[in-house]
Each structure stands twice: as structure tokens, then as C-alpha cells.
């Protein structure tokens, strides 16, 4: 579990250089993006330029919150295998196979993909009027949250082999369970420096929340059997 926090804290400093750039960079960028502005008088110009700033920063941490899970998955690929089949092993039960290395990659780069996705819809809520700022971070919490505990659970999922299908099904089956572990895991990676000390403890415990679903799975196809 020691080991899980190296590559978190990798995956930490390089994130948050990027967005201190992207923080010192950002006037800039504001004044170069709304040149139509210059003529508006300085309360309008800057309300506009501060609020687009909020907005641009919200998304790229929202879109960092999910880089930070790929970026660490990767790096960290053959420690968490260890922590992931250490839980596989203390539950009981045949041990799976690793899901190997560039399957963490496709899947890393899969996550930030939809992360952008999901920064870039709490960013079109966001410019509602009024209540915009609060649903666009909601949204964007939440989102995050579920695509963490998916992404979380698939290498315990992909090591049995389950398609996709497999995989989204047993997922809807607990879908308040699932969100509320990808939640306090979003929680979690709020606090400064908790995503670090949480990247460990969110491997063992999205490891435990497969295996309960794929248990839960197995007994009711065994009672269905029966009751056939």
C-alpha cells in the first residue's frame, strides 16, 4: 500500500504543474480569446473575462480529477496489480490474471477521453445564467465520480475476461453502490494530497466492490438455475 502512494504522487506533481502553467498562462489566454471585449466598458470586460476564467479553470480540474486516475493506473500499473491480486487473494477464491500493461493504457487514455466530455458539459452548464456555476460543478462531480468507480473496477473485471457488456450490466446492477464508492472517491481526491494517500486504499476497495457485484451476479444465476 506504501508502494500505491509513488506513483500517485508522480501522477500529483505532474497535474498540478500543469495547471499552475495553465493558472499563470490563463490572463493571457482570456484577453487573446475575447478581443471583442476591449472596447466594453472595465465592469462588463472583466465580469466576462473572470467568469470565462472560472469556467476554463473548473473544467481543466475536472478534467485533471480523471487524469490523475489514468496518469496513476499507468505508472503505477505493476504495484496496483500487486495491491489489486493481494485483495483477489484475501477474498478468496481463484486468483485472475493480470490484465496486462497496454490494456491500462487503453484504458487510460479511454478515461481522459470521456473526461473531456464531461468537462466540457458541466462547462455548456455552467453558462446557464444564475444557477449555472452550481449545477455545472454538480454535474461534473458526479459524472466524475462514476467514471472513476468504472474505471476503477475494470481491472478486477477485464481479469476475468468480461466484455463490456458484462462488465456495464453488472455495474447498473448497484448503480447507487457504485456511485457513492466513485463519489468518496472524488471526495477523497479533493482534499490536498488526498488523491495521493487514497490511490491505494481506491484499488483495494473498487477490488472489493467488483467482487461483491460479480458474487451477487453468481447467486442469482445459481437461484434462478434452481428455481428452473
Known sequence: MWL?????????????????GLGLALPGLL????????????????????SAGILVFAGAAV???????????????PIY?????AVEEELGGELPESSGFWRTVVDALQLVGL????????WIVGLIPVVGGVLGGVLGFVLTGRLLARELTSRPFEARGLPLET???????RPWRV???????????????????????AIAGATVLARGLLDEDAAAGTATRSAG
Open 31 to 50: 484577453d487573446w480569446a475575447t478581443p471583442f471585449a476591449d472596447g466594453w466598458d472595465p465592469l462588463w470586460r472583466n465580469a466576462l473575462r473572470v
Open 63 to 77: 478534467l485533471a480529477a480523471v487524469s490523475f486516475t489514468a496518469l496513476a493506473l499507468v505508472l503505477g500499473d
Open 4 to 20: 500505491g502512494i509513488v506513483p500517485a504522487v508522480l501522477a500529483w506533481f505532474v497535474l498540478l504543474a500543469a495547471l499552475v
Open 115 to 122: 473526461g473531456l466530455l464531461i468537462a466540457l458539459a458541466a
Open 167 to 173: 462488465r456495464r450490466r453488472l455495474l447498473a446492477r
Open 179 to 201: 456511485l457513492g464508492f466513485g463519489v468518496a472517491v472524488n471526495l477523497c481526491f479533493l482534499v490536498p494530497l488526498g488523491a495521493v494517500a487514497a490511490m491505494p486504499a
Open 81 to 85: 496489480e500487486r495491491i489489486h491480486l
